[in-house]
């Protein structure tokens, strides 16, 4: 497989350090890992009123596999490794600093080889954790997090070791509720492409239910660059896209949405 529209992504933004915390953050030591998005710090500067010299810190917008479950130990040592015996800072909640457990609801940022990163994001990257936010339009890091998912998934990371094993149309569609809400890759000639709301759809040929993939750049549009794009130009490509399979409905049928034009590819195979 080689890219098929790579001249429209920006730049490959996951993963780049950035030269410093944003300011506000408080920097901190981990005392003790929890679980993979849990962990009790010890604050080392001035704190602002709430704040207890000692915390537990819930990582926000991630959910790592619970104790005892698949890939619990990878996400808690993974964790570990980012952070052991390394300063971080925490960047508090702006809408709600504490969850029900009473835990600080915060981003962890840590320093590497490439500057300081975020825990959060890297957790998901590394497919060591789910995305969980609520409201999308209020999380500042929501597509950072969401392609983060994106690029694990076309990987085949962790949590999503089977979503890059390509799989042909008709195998989703003879099983379908096998696929349904889990990553995949599936293998499909485009038969058609139409205007939507918020970008195009990928319409499948010979689809006994109506797949079709939903691309929508305007969600997060500084990851391409559409200028002079013309969608018309993949009908009767055969294509790869890897993300998660919705059906919510028979009328509807099923579909993958795109945020990312990573997660399309030409494919090259029978």
Same mark, same amino acid.
């Given at each position: 497989m080689r890219g098929v529209i790579c001249a429209l992504l920006l730049g490959a933004l996951a993963g780049v350090g950035w030269a410093q915390p944003p300011e506000g953050a408080l920097p901190a030591r981990i005392t003790r890992w929890l679980d993979g998005d849990t962990c009790m710090i010890r604050f080392t500067g001035p704190l602002p009123p709430g704040l207890s010299p000692n915390e537990t810190v819930r990582l926000l917008g991630v959910n790592a596999p619970e104790t005892g479950e698949a890939w619990a130990e990878e996400a808690l040592r993974f964790f570990r490794s980012l952070t052991l015996a390394k300063p971080v800072y925490v960047e508090l909640n702006p809408r709600e600093?504490?969850?029900?457990?009473?835990?600080?609801?915060?981003?962890?940022?840590?320093?590497?080889?490439?500057?300081?990163?975020?825990?959060?994001?890297?957790?998901?990257?590394?497919?060591?954790?789910?995305?969980?936010?609520?409201?999308?339009?209020?999380?500042?890091?929501?597509?950072?997090?969401?392609?983060?998912?994106a690029l694990a998934q076309l990987e085949g990371l962790g949590l999503w070791e089977s979503a890059a094993t390509p799989r042909a149309l008709w195998e989703i569609e003879a099983d379908p509720v096998r696929y349904v809400t889990q990553a995949v890759t599936v293998v499909f000639a485009?038969?058609?492409?139409?205007?939507? #709301?918020?970008?195009?759809? @990928?319409?499948?040929?010979?689809? $006994?239910? %109506?797949? =079709?993939? /939903? !691309?929508?750049?305007?969600?997060?549009?500084?990851?391409?660059?559409?200028?002079?794009?013309?969608?018309?130009?993949?009908?009767?490509?055969?294509? #790869?896209?890897?993300?998660? @399979?919705?059906?919510?409905?028979? $009328?509807? %049928?099923? =579909?993958? /949405? !795109?945020?990312?034009?990573?997660?399309?590819?030409?494919?090259?195979?029978?």
């Open positions: 600093l504490r969850d029900a457990h009473r835990r600080l609801l915060a981003y962890l940022w840590v320093e590497g080889e490439e500057g300081w990163g975020l825990v959060n994001e890297q957790l998901l990257r590394a497919g060591l954790a789910r995305l969980l936010v609520f409201y999308p339009e209020q999380e500042r890091y929501y597509c950072r997090f969401l392609r983060a998912v485009v038969s058609r492409v139409g205007a939507e #709301a918020q970008g195009w759809a @990928l319409w499948a040929q010979g689809s $006994r239910f %109506g797949f =079709r993939v /939903l !691309v929508q750049p305007a969600l997060c549009p500084g990851f391409w660059a559409l200028e002079g794009w013309d969608p018309s130009a993949l009908v009767g490509k055969k294509l #790869a896209v890897t993300g998660e @399979l919705s059906w919510d409905s028979l $009328r509807n %049928g099923p =579909r993958i /949405l !795109v945020h990312f034009p990573e997660q399309i590819r030409l494919w090259e195979g029978p």
